[in-house]
Nanobody
Framework: QVRLVESGGGLVQAGGSLRLSCVAS????????MSWYRQAPGKQRELVAD???????NYADSVKGRFDISRDNAKNTVNLQMNNLKPEDTAVYYC???????????WGQGTQVTVSS
């Protein structure tokens, strides 16, 4: 079993920055992909960014150039630096990991990000 704990959400004005962190603990041999998703009220959950164990990154078009994802494989952590935040970035942000051994995925409990205009 793997547990994910997210932190760093909050309220910020448009143009501001926040940094989200997620720490994975439990029965971990190797995490192949670490990701951040978000879900706004009334909308489907969407991928924000992900990063492979080798460091390859992928971003949603809406956040390219503003968000930066990074990970520390030794500490099983993934971070999301969010800059130049916009009101449309308001959502609950979820950490997700996909394991290397069996491809199983785990979700965090989510952290609220609210951007005021």
């Amino acid at each position: 079993q793997v547990r994910l704990v997210e932190s760093g959400g909050g309220l910020v004005q448009a143009g501001g920055s926040l940094r989200l962190s997620c720490v994975a603990s439990g029965s971990i041999l190797s995490i192949r992909v670490m990701s951040w998703y978000r879900q706004a009220p009334g909308k489907q959950r969407e991928l924000v960014a992900d990063i492979t164990i080798g460091g390859a990154t992928n971003y949603a078009d809406s956040v390219k150039g503003r968000f930066d994802i990074s990970r520390d494989n030794a500490k099983n952590t993934v971070n999301l630096q969010m800059n130049n935040l916009k009101p449309e970035d308001t959502a609950v942000y979820y950490c997700n990991v996909r394991m290397s051994l069996d491809d199983y995925t785990y979700w965090g409990q989510g952290t609220q990000v609210t951007v005021s205009s």
